[in-house]
Every structure is written in structure tokens, then in C-alpha cells.
């Protein structure tokens, strides 16, 4: 996102204004900071009422698998069917209906604070369809853009004036905000753990030489404001101002790890997946109201049970770290975990030994936030094919977040003319048995 370079009512020269906008532009651009073409959404009220019920969680980690993760390969094995093709053994627990696979021996302990729902379903079987449904709570519409889980979140619980951003996604590509505008945007980091460029000043420049070269970017926007409107330019302002803080907080030192304790990283384990987590752990203790953590390669055509055994290996430590993690510091309680991804795959093996898409019947996870634990929800057949008991649409999942953390659902918001709403008005309800 840029001024108009071109604009000849802007006396300044070009060159001059790349200077002075470099250190702040560069961290927006990097780190696809509040990107998009939303600039003039409309409705970020900050006025916000609290739902009549639930209201106990205040920050969201999304663990989302990228993909679409087979349900038969996780938590709704089907060890007697041949139908599946499924080598793994379960594991047993002490929660009734919990059998995840063998590969996942640190979740299954983490039973009694994890709710399984195995009976999520819908009729997107297409991954760009699946993940907007799975990320939005509403089916995909080309003329309206809804905002994403994250963005909802930063938008009811994330603090205007906090330092770092109040939705920040490790991996993956950005998804916006929409109608919720520009400053709900998810800050991406594509290399977790890595430097971020553009976060720190460049050579030669120290906080006095900032401030003047901000200086000179506020008086020519004004310029511009008086030409053009004020309007684009305030979203424009806030965005460099919030990038601004950020470069200037030792907050943004919660994005990397090496100051933590190596029997920490040692209880996460190693990898990417597990450096992300710990990375999100940091950000929620800070006080970042939603992080997403992507782990990709869930789209298991061929080689599914070799593929799945090694993300499930990827994914089991990490996640059971984390939870017990944040159950240690006392966040767990008012931090929601979710793990889920688009849809699930076929319970029958295709000729390459893959599993196809599904969206017939799949799992998600919950824990914390005001969830309760040692439950499972929903049942299938023995072949994995049909939905037998207590069925779960996605928006009624999406109707359960907002209870959780109170979501002011009755607010009207306007995107191109039309009304719209955080949850969809048209379906779905609360799941009871998750609120307890």
C-alpha cells in the first residue's frame, strides 16, 4: 500500500519521500503488514458489547492444517474397518470416545483439557472454498470479502494502542481482514523465528533521524489530505504509526526464541512447527489477542500414510507443549487452541495410496478458553462415511467462538451497501456440550 508517487500536488520530491518512509514502509511491505486493497472498509466501530453469555476467552491460537488433515489418520481412527486401509493402532485414554492414532502418544495424555469434535461437515470440498468456510464461518460470496477468525478476534478483544499486533499469522499466505479494515489484518511472518527485515532502523539511522523523516511524511500526507480526502490518509497514518511502535518496542522481541530456557525448547521439540509455537506462546503472553500457526502438506493424494504419520510426528509434541504450557502460566484457561484445517479426507485409499478430499464428516480440537475438556463430540459409522451422531456444521462452530469470547454478533456492519454480521444470521447455533 503507497501514496500516489505520481501525484504533482505533492511538492516533495520522490526521492525525498523514499527516504523518509523506507524504515516504517519497509516492515509493512516485508512482513505483509495489514495488507490488501480494504483500505476503505467500512465499520471498525471500537464500540463493542459484550454477549449475554461466555465471554471467558480473551486471546485465540489457531493451529491450522494446512491442507486438509485426514481425519482417519488422527483423532476418528477406524482400526476394524479394511474399508480404510488404516495401519495404525490406537491409543487408549481416559476420556470416553478418545482414540486418536498411535502417532499421537503427547496429545492423547493432554485428554482431560482437549475437546474433540469429530463430526465438523459441509459441502466444500475445495480447498480455496474449504479454507475461507473454515476460516470465516461463511460460505464464499465473490462480492463481499467476510473476515477471517483472526481478524474477528483482534477486532472484539485486540487493544487499539498495544504495541505489537493484535493478529499475527506464522507461515502461510495473508488473509484479510474485510470489511473489518485494514488494521485487523494479519501481520505474516513467512520464516518464524528468523530476522525480520525492515524491523529494526537501517544503517546510519537512529530514532532523532526517524522522527524527523516522519515528520516530513505527516506534512506531506497532510498535502494530500487537502487534495484527496482525509480518510485514506488516516488509515494510511495509523498503519506507519503502528509499524512505528512496533519498531521501537522490546516487545518485538517476543518474535524470536533464544532467550528461552532450552528445557523449554527442549519440551516443544524441534522444527519449524515447534519453534512457531513456542514463538506463539510468547506472543499470547505478551498480550496478542490471535495467532495463527500453518503447518502445510496435508494434501495427501499419494503416499497418505507415510505422509501423515510424519506430520502427525510434527504437530503431536509441539501441540501437547503448548497446551500444557499454557496451562503452567495460567493462560490456558482464557486462551482458546484450535486445531482443525478445510475439510478431511476419504475413508477409502485411492490406487496411489492417497486420500481424497471430504468434507462429508472431519475433525477439529478445541482446548481452553472456556471449553470443556475430556469430551468427545459426534460419531461416525465403522467405515468412516457417515455422520451417526450429533452433527456439526461450521457455522455452528464459528456461533460457539463467539460465545466463548463474547463476540458482539447483533452489531450491523456495512460492506458494499448491504448489511452483514461477525457470524452468519441464516445458520448454525452454539455447540452446548463445548460451553459445558
Not at 475438556?373 to 456439526?392: A, C, K, L, S
Request: hydrophobic share 35%; charged share 25%.
Amino acid at each position: 500500500m503507497r501514496l500516489n508517487m505520481a501525484n504533482p500536488l505533492v511538492s516533495v520530491k520522490r526521492r525525498d519521500f523514499l527516504r523518509a518512509t523506507a524504515a516504517a514502509g519497509g516492515i509493512l511491505a516485508t512482513s505483509h503488514f495489514w495488507w490488501g486493497s480494504d483500505l476503505l472498509a467500512q465499520g471498525s466501530d471500537d464500540k463493542k458489547t459484550t454477549a449475554k453469555r461466555g465471554g471467558k476467552c480473551k486471546q485465540v491460537i489457531l493451529l491450522w492444517m494446512e491442507g486438509a488433515p485426514s481425519q482417519l489418520d488422527t483423532f476418528d481412527p477406524k482400526p476394524n474397518s479394511k474399508d480404510t486401509g488404516s495401519p495404525w493402532k490406537v491409543l487408549e485414554t481416559d476420556t470416553p470416545g478418545f482414540t486418536p492414532v498411535e502417532n499421537l502418544p503427547n496429545v492423547a495424555k493432554m485428554a482431560k483439557d482437549i475437546c474433540v469434535i469429530r463430526s465438523l461437515n459441509s459441502k466444500e470440498g475445495n480447498h480455496s472454498r474449504g479454507s475461507y468456510l473454515l476460516h470465516t464461518g461463511h460460505i464464499p460470496n465473490p462480492t463481499l470479502k467476510h473476515p477471517s477468525l483472526g481478524s474477528i478476534v483482534s477486532h472484539q478483544l485486540g487493544k487499539k494502542d498495544f504495541d505489537l499486533p493484535n493478529f499475527v499469522k506464522l507461515r502461510g499466505g495473508p488473509f484479510g481482514a474485510g470489511y473489518l479494515g485494514v488494521e485487523n489484518n494479519p501481520f505474516v511472518i513467512s520464516n518464524p523465528g528468523a530476522r525480520i527485515e525492515n524491523l529494526d532502523y537501517a544503517g546510519g539511522v537512529d530514532k532523532a533521524r526517524m522522527d524527523k523523516r516522519m515528520k516530513l511524511v505527516d506534512e506531506m500526507e497532510k498535502d494530500f489530505a487537502r487534495q484527496r480526502g482525509a480518510e485514506a490518509v488516516e488509515a494510511h497514518k495509523a498503519m506507519y504509526e503502528k509499524a512505528r511502535r512496533l519498531m521501537d518496542s522490546p516487545l518485538k522481541s517476543k518474535f524470536y526464541i533464544a532467550d528461552e530456557p532450552d528445557d523449554v525448547k527442549k519440551a516443544y521439540g524441534s522444527g519449524r512447527f515447534a519453534e512457531s509455537c513456542i514463538i506463539a506462546r510468547r506472543l499470547i503472553e505478551a498480550g496478542v489477542a490471535c495467532v495463527e500457526v500453518v503447518l502445510g502438506g496435508w494434501d495427501t493424494h499419494d503416499n497418505n500414510f507415510v505422509r501423515t504419520k510424519q506430520l502427525c510426528g510434527e504437530f503431536d509434541q509441539p501441540m501437547a507443549a503448548l497446551l500444557a504450557d499454557l496451562k503452567k502460566r495460567g493462560l490456558l484457561e482464557t486462551t482458546l487452541v484450535v486445531w482443525m484445517g478445510e475439510f478431511g479426507r476419504t475413508p477409502r485409499i485411492s490406487a496411489t495410496e492417497g486420500r481424497d478430499h471430504w468434507p462429508n464428516n472431519f475433525c477439529a480440537v478445541l482446548a481452553g478458553g472456556g471449553v470443556k475438556g475430556n469430551q468427545v463430540i459426534g460419531e461416525t459409522d465403522e467405515r468412516g462415511m457417515t455422520i451417526t451422531r450429533e452433527p456439526v456444521g461450521v457455522q455452528d462452530l464459528f456461533w460457539t467462538f463467539a460465545s466463548l469470547m463474547g463476540w458482539d454478533t447483533a452489531k450491523e456492519f456495512e460492506a458494499g451497501n448491504r448489511p452483514v454480521w461477525l457470524t452468519d444470521k441464516t445458520a448454525g447455533k452454539p455447540i452446548e456440550k463445548v460451553l459445558g
